[in-house]
Nanobody
Framework: QVQLVESGGGLVQAGGSLRLSCAAS????????MGWYRQAPGNQRELVAT???????NDANSVKGRFTISRDNAKNTVYLQMNSLKPEDTAVYYC???????????????WGQGTQVTVSS
């Protein structure tokens, strides 16, 4: 059994900060890329930021300079530091990871359950 457990969402005023965490656990042999996506009501799920096992990152233009993704490979955890939050950042944020699990020969995508981030104006 493999799971991604997110934490850190909540309600914050515009201009504030939040830090999301996502820990992968279970029968994991290796983790490739990890990342964060978000989905606002009525919108498609969109990429926020990703990070490779080597630490290379890719950020959406809408969050460049405000959000920072990082990971702790020893803890199988990915983080998203969100600063200067705007009302348009309001969404459910989903953790994503490409996992090689015990007994498998390839990496498969896994998703967390989502955590709500609400930014008030």
């Amino acid at each position: 059994q493999v799971q991604l457990v997110e934490s850190g969402g909540g309600l914050v005023q515009a201009g504030g900060s939040l830090r999301l965490s996502c820990a992968a656990s279970g029968s994991i042999t290796s983790i490739n890329a990890m990342g964060w996506y978000r989905q606002a009501p009525g919108n498609q799920r969109e990429l926020v930021a990703t990070i490779t096992s080597g630490g290379s990152t890719n950020d959406a233009n809408s969050v460049k300079g405000r959000f920072t993704i990082s990971r702790d490979n020893a803890k199988n955890t990915v983080y998203l530091q969100m600063n200067s939050l705007k009302p348009e950042d309001t969404a459910v944020y989903y953790c994503y990871a490409e996992l090689l699990t015990h007994g498998s020969s390839w990496y498969s995508p896994y998703w967390g359950q989502g955590t709500q981030v609400t930014v008030s104006s």
